[in-house]
């Protein structure tokens, strides 16, 4: 049985996370963090993601307080957050599994050095659909990626904080390491103005921001007669917090180092 701590667990994502793990076989919450000044501090889990149960588990207001009642720790925060988690979980000897976005490359390297020490699943999307497309995307690219004019359209509700989202940016990654590109070399996020032709090796980036949508991804490989596109639209948050609790479950069976979804799935 696998203790799994959700911390952001007063959010939006933290909330479906209580629930995902309350529904999942072979693991229990062991607890839920919250700011210092939530109110819902002292609260049972169970009340604060609605459930209308008692889970028997109080919100904390720090991962210190409760770094003996989890093996694993879920991080769908934000980027200084989770690099103190970081430190704090592999000073305790906890796993971590990461949906939080908009980390720098430096903060990654840091993450990287961390895993020498610890199981760490970082992924910027633990949704089983879109890790599949993730290996769809490999395959277009290889067959049409040379020929073709490649655009990434995301999609998401207005809260979001951070453009293009990390599923976008792993999309393009994943095209550009299948072509031999880099994307930070061929990668252009929006357009405005007199632009010019568009040059072939080039990988666009749209971004949209609106309502509640949870999460819209396409990539669009665009030649001159067909285009192809693999889209993937999620419908739920519960789709990647089960993919979460699934990493959580995982990680916690493997030896330290830096995993994704892909290795979690077995892709």
Not at 135 to 148: F, Q, T
Request: hydrophobic share 45%; net charge negative; proline share 2%.
């Amino acid at each position: 049985m696998t203790r799994i701590a959700i911390t952001g667990a007063a959010g939006r994502m933290g909330r479906v996370l209580i629930e995902a793990v309350r529904n999942a076989d072979d693991a229990e919450l062991g607890a839920a963090i919250v700011l210092a000044d939530d109110p819902l501090a002292g609260v049972d889990a169970g009340a604060i993601a609605g459930l209308g149960v008692t889970l028997n588990v109080v919100a904390a207001t720090s991962v210190e307080a409760v770094l003996d009642q989890f093996d694993v720790l879920i991080d769908f925060t934000a980027p200084e957050a989770t690099m103190a988690n970081i430190e704090l979980c592999r000073k305790a000897g906890k796993g971590i599994v990461i949906g939080t976005t908009g980390l720098s490359d430096e903060q990654k390297a840091e993450m990287k050095v961390a895993a020498a020490d610890m199981g760490i699943v970082f992924a910027p999307n633990y949704s089983v659909g879109v890790n599949l497309c993730l290996n769809l995307l490999r395959m277009a690219a290889s067959v049409m990626g040379e020929d073709s004019d490649i655009e990434v359209v995301e999609m998401h509700h207005r809260h979001k904080v951070d453009a293009p989202s990390g599923t976008a940016l792993r999309m393009g990654e994943v095209v550009a390491e299948t072509l031999g590109w880099d994307l930070k070399e061929v990668a252009v996020y929006g357009r405005e103005g007199y632009t010019g032709a568009r040059p072939q090796k080039q990988i666009g980036f749209e971004t949209i921001r609106g309502g509640d949508v949870v999460g819209d991804h396409t990539v669009m490989f665009a030649t001159e007669g067909e285009r192809v596109e693999v889209t993937h639209k999620a419908q739920s948050r519960m789709t990647f917090a089960k993919g979460a609790v699934r990493a959580a479950k995982w990680v916690s069976t493997q030896p330290n180092g830096l995993y994704d979804m892909q290795d979690v799935l077995g892709f």
